[in-house]
């Protein structure tokens, strides 16, 4: 019996289309990279890249948000969130890091190519770069909380912290400029970037689009990373980087708030693939190894099976919360504006808990093996370091705690 099976979800909410998907993820995962792990481990060339070709590419994943009038799937209704949580799980268990830039890819585009933000000038500008390649297409998105620097005095705060990337029009265009910019991932080979801008003349912030390849962007040295070994990042600086202005996506706290619950329902979907995957490997040792002295299987003995039944217990709490909060989002509420943020505390809180359940469960699990846990024969150890690294990139859990308390009691001066 496997995983999906002993793991339940709100299976009402599902269409078979996004079943069928699932099903064949599995198939990637399993003969894309599962198979290939023990041999390439985390060999970007070897495992990582052909694997994201041929999820991408070859399966139509970075297609899927877009209109089928340009060329893509045309799952860009609400309903894809129950889509994506389903396809992400799949693709988490594979590997974290592809599931983490698909999350990215997915959900910058939803800013401007899902039904209730359609932009069809952008759609005609961006959708051939993701639907025409031949290759796979990793957009980024640029945050205030991952810049670094000294900012100029001049730099505006977006809550408490400076947003270092500005930009002016002149004309018909917009020209940005910034200094040791992080991306959230892939700042060294990202096609496309969603740059938060302070806009000048402008109160509130706005993301811009910036192809990878425009005059005056350019990139730092790779990081050396500990997790997520399929995002190439690296600090971006821009010199006077000119874009249409056109490129505008949005401007307001509500839009990008709107850009983030997507991000984090996406990323909770991708935690809970590396939490069935850690699910897996306890499982198989539970089977397999005998306590020495007693003769028993590891899993019958009364304290190791409690261990497990903890880690089962979040793996199976982590999905309910995943698929409710997908839900939410296939099923906006009633006369609400879909572009208000009713989905934002949900997607942070149900994010927070996940990643924070996914930590506890993977340290269980690493205790319970011993030194099998962290040695990379296991590849539990590598769980636990993709998903520390994506809860780094979600931000602290004290200031998210701050947009919770400034959403239920009203606080004004946090």
């Given amino acids: 019996m496997g995983v999906l099976d002993l793991i339940p979800y709100l299976n009402g909410m599902a ?67 129950q889509t994506m949580a389903l396809a992400l799980e799949q ?29 069809e000038e952008l759609c005609r500008r961006i959708a051939p770069l993701f639907c ?30 400076y947003i270092s990337a500005r930009a002016r029009r002149e004309g018909d265009n917009w020209v940005i400029n910034g200094n040791n910019l992080r991306p959230l991932n892939s700042g060294a080979d990202a096609r496309l970037f969603g740059l938060l801008c302070a806009l000048e003349g402008e109160e509130e912030p706005a993301l811009i689009l910036v192809p990878g390849d425009s005059p005056g962007l350019t990139r730092g040295e790779q990081f050396l990373e500990t997790g997520l070994a399929a995002s190439v990042n690296a600090e971006i ?8 202005e056109d490129c505008l996506v949005f401007s307001g706290e509500n839009h990008l708030r709107q850009m983030l619950s997507w991000l984090y329902l996406n990323v909770g979907a991708v935690t809970v693939g590396s939490l069935f995957a850690a699910f897996e490997i306890i499982r198989e040792w539970g089977d397999t190894r ?39 989002f296939s099923r906006p509420v009633p006369d609400q504006h879909p572009r208000e943020d009713h989905l934002f505390i949900p997607a942070l809180s149900v994010v927070s808990h996940i990643t924070q359940s996914a930590e506890k469960a993977i ?35 004290e200031l998210n705690k701050m947009e919770l308390a400034r959403y239920f009691f009203k606080s004004q001066s946090l």
């Fill in 15 to 81: 269409q078979e289309s996004d079943l069928m998907l699932a099903r064949t993820l599995k198939q990637w995962a399993e003969t894309e990279v599962i198979s290939r792990r023990l041999e390439y481990r985390e060999d970007y060339e070897m495992l990582l890249k052909p694997a994201m070709r041929s999820l991408f590419v070859n399966l139509e994943m970075q297609k899927v948000i877009w209109p089928e009038s340009y060329g893509g799937v045309g799952l860009n209704k609400p309903e894809v969130a």
């Fill in 91 to 119: 693709v988490g268990r594979a590997d974290t890091g592809i599931g983490y830039l698909f999350a990215v890819n997915f959900a910058l585009c939803s800013s401007f190519a899902l039904e209730y933000n359609l932009n």
């Fill in 132 to 161: 025409q390649a031949k290759d796979a297409v990793i957009a980024s998105i640029v945050l205030p909380a991952f810049s670094r620097g000294k900012p100029p005095a001049s730099a505006p705060l977006f809550r408490g912290k």
């Fill in 237 to 244: 600086n821009l010199t006077d980087v000119r874009v249409p």
């Fill in 290 to 328: 005998v306590i020495k002295g007693r003769g028993n299987l590891f899993k019958e003995n009364p304290l190791t099976a409690s261990l497990m039944a903890e880690i089962s217990h979040e793996v199976l709490i982590s999905r309910f919360l995943l698929h409710h909060l997908a839900g939410l």
């Fill in 363 to 397: 340290n269980q699990t690493m205790e319970l093996m011993g030194s099998a846990g962290y040695a990379t024969e296991w590849n539990l150890e590598r769980y636990w370091r993709d998903v520390k690294t994506m809860q780094i990139h979600l931000g602290s859990w």
